[in-house]
């Protein structure tokens, strides 16, 4: 299985200011042929779903603000929040869809500081 | 709009089975997959597998073959999972998602709300 690791566990960060996650995938989930990632960024709030936030590691989903990136090939990956908001806290995880079994990282824990 | 609207939480006992309904609405049903995660407590998100409801074909990871079963009912517009053989393991909120409709595209938007099954003597 492809397994995802997010770095941090959790973060603290003030209102405003930049946020970074990480995610790394043990085998690349750079399909060649067509020069794509496959890698989503979802994020959950506490007793909610998860909400889809980016696909093909950098597309942004509609209706998601800018301050929400995603960069990253291969088995590297980053979500960035460009200015940290009140409702951003939550958990984000990043989730590969090159293969099955699709996995997911263990989160990262977003808090204001 | 897109919605998946999913079964309430269920309390089983160990080896016994439980079934989660996930109805569909504001879209063709048949056009768009639907899979299955779940999320135990202080873990991170599963996949378990897919179906197809315009066919009924599945896919399952090998982890729960064996033990999961997802069918759909068309008429009704909803897909069912089906695991047996409960463990303590196995106490989890239970989701299902829709993938696009682009083969290659197995990411998931939108989520049911979740179901809770929790396994217990």
């Known amino acids: 299985d492809n397994v995802m690791t997010q770095s941090p566990d959790s973060l603290a960060v003030s209102l405003g200011e930049r946020a970074t996650i990480n995610c790394k995938s043990s085998?690349?989930?750079?399909?060649?042929?067509?020069?794509?990632?496959?890698l989503a960024w979802y994020q959950q709030k506490p007793g909610q779903p998860p909400k889809l936030l980016i696909y093909?590691?950098?597309t942004r989903e509609s209706g998601v603000p800018d301050r929400f990136s995603g960069s990253g090939s291969g088995t590297d990956f980053t979500l960035t929040i460009s200015s940290l908001q009140p409702e951003d806290v939550a958990v984000y995880y990043c989730?590969?869809?090159?293969?099955?079994?699709?996995?997911f990282g263990q989160g990262t824990k977003l808090e204001i500081k | 709009q897109v919605q998946l609207v999913q079964s309430g939480a269920e309390v089983k006992k160990p080896g016994a089975s439980v079934k989660v309904s996930c109805k569909a609405s504001?879209?063709?049903?048949?056009?768009?997959?639907i899979h299955w995660m779940r999320q135990a407590p202080g873990q991170r998100l599963e996949w378990m597998g897919s179906?197809?409801?315009?066919?009924?074909?599945?896919s399952y990871a090998h982890k729960f073959q064996g033990r999961v079963t997802m069918t759909r009912d068309t008429s009704t517009s909803t897909v069912y999972m089906e695991l047996s053989s409960l463990r303590s393991d196995d106490t989890a909120v239970y989701y299902c998602?829709?993938?696009?409709?682009?083969?290659?595209?197995?990411?998931?938007?939108?989520w049911g709300q979740g179901a809770l099954v929790t396994v217990s003597s």
């Open positions: 093909w590691a950098s």
């Open positions: 179906i197809n409801p315009s066919g009924g074909s599945t």
């Open positions: 998602a829709r993938r696009p409709d682009d083969w290659s595209a197995n990411w998931f938007d939108p």
């Open positions: 989730q590969q869809y090159y293969g099955t079994p699709y996995t």
């Open positions: 504001g879209y063709t049903f048949t056009s768009y997959y």
């Open positions: 085998q690349s989930v750079l399909y060649s042929s067509n020069n794509k990632n496959y």
